[in-house]
């Protein structure tokens, strides 16, 4: 990525100087598979967390529900507590008004709200501290009799009006060589994903986005995947302002650092029928068969470092812009702080990610 360096992406967005890295001296081992040390386990400032995290695929909030049951939180001295986790369809206004210290944010949700404070003299100081969700399956179902070679005038459904799930509803359309705007009724819906596979299941629409876990629901109706295709997309990371950042400095790492624990458990096949015990069985979850089936998919597209490649960040804000109502080279790294994620990283003894090209270190 040129210009990595002098955009100020590997130093960050931090404002104080204030010690990100402060630790005890416990210690924690190494990640499996590698030669690294044991280093200092960082320790949270900021011990109660209020967090949103907005997807309703149980697979996906894996990572936080096995933290809390395996004590990675409570190893970094957050106390992470089931009634102060929400999953908010619009998580921007509570997070402005202090409600929320930290949340799962989509990339192109998080600049642009930055980047058009920014402009206008009021940027709300929202920072991109880590990646959760690196790359996003790109899937639309139909109902029975539906095709890719029959979408000309049927009713699609395009997502939550203003979210990546619209811009993706629309780019499929056009893969398949759909004008959205002239050539379907393509309709937004609210709540979240199953809510619009139910629409399609009760005849509202007759095709939706979706997600791998629904495949299978449309097949039982006699439906079926008429679009299913990958894309590597830094699509969804941590939130926080810079407000929460200067006033626990020590909190997005301790954060991190229990989060990449939490995330590389359970993207390991060998953990998966234990993860869906804990979260039937410690938090009395609906974990539906469908949705362990794909689990595969979902434990896939899980950063295991919170890691990103900036190049594919470039193609996917380049990607959703004409459709995403942001400008331009709208410059995101201006709005990222890996001084955190790096900190995290390098206490787990594993690779900065991402660096600079120049470093000759790779990024993800």
């Not at 990675?72 to 102060?84: A, K, P, Q």
């Not at 399956?137 to 029975?144: A, F, K, L, R, Y």
């Not at 097949?219 to 200067?246: C, H, K, V």
Request: aromatic share 8%; hydrophobic share 40%.
């Amino acid at each position: 990525m040129s210009g990595l360096a002098a955009s100020g992406l590997l130093i960050g967005a931090c404002g104080d100087d204030a010690d990100p890295t402060t630790t005890t001296s416990a210690t924690t081992a190494a990640p499996a598979g590698t030669d690294a040390p044991a280093m200092a386990v960082p320790q949270s400032d900021l011990e109660v967390v209020r967090f949103d995290f907005n997807t309703p695929n149980v697979s996906l909030q894996a990572p936080y529900w096995v933290g809390m049951s395996k004590g990675y939180f409570e190893e970094v001295g957050i106390d992470l507590r089931v009634e102060n986790i929400t999953g908010l369809d619009d998580y921007l206004p509570p997070m402005f008004a202090g409600e929320i210290d930290i949340a799962l944010m989509d990339a192109t949700i998080l600049f642009p709200a930055e980047d058009a404070g920014t402009l206008d003299g009021s940027p709300p100081g929202l920072r991109w501290v880590g990646c959760v969700l690196g790359a996003q399956p790109i899937i639309m179902i139909g109902s029975e009799g539906v095709s890719p070679d029959n979408l000309a005038g049927l009713t699609i459904g395009c997502g939550r009006a203003g979210t990546t799930n619209e811009v993706l509803a629309k780019f499929v359309l056009e893969e398949l060589g759909y004008d959205w705007e002239t050539d379907v009724n393509c309709v937004n819906l609210t709540g979240g994903s199953n809510d619009w596979v139910t629409a399609m299941l009760t005849g509202q629409v007759d095709a939706t986005l979706a997600f791998p876990r629904h495949i299978a629901l449309a097949e039982e109706e006699g439906g079926s995947a008429i679009y299913n295709s990958p894309r590597l997309d830094p699509q969804a990371g941590m939130g926080m302002l810079q407000s929460t950042i200067d006033e626990y400095p020590a909190f997005a790492t301790a954060w991190n650092y229990a989060y990449i624990k939490s995330q590389q458990w359970v993207k390991d096949p060998a953990n998966w029928d234990e993860a869906r015990l804990i979260l039937v069985e410690e938090f009395g979850i609906d974990y539906p068969d469908n949705t362990f089936a794909a689990m595969d998919i979902d434990a896939g597209i899980m950063t295991s470092d919170l890691g990103w490649n900036p190049d594919d960040m470039d193609v996917l804000m380049e990607f959703q812009q004409p459709l995403g109502g942001y400008r331009a080279g709208l410059p995101w790294r201006d709005y990222v702080d890996l001084t955190h994620l790096h900190a995290a990283q390098e206490a787990m003894g594993l690779p900065l990610n991402p660096v600079d090209k120049n470093t000759g270190v790779s990024t993800i």
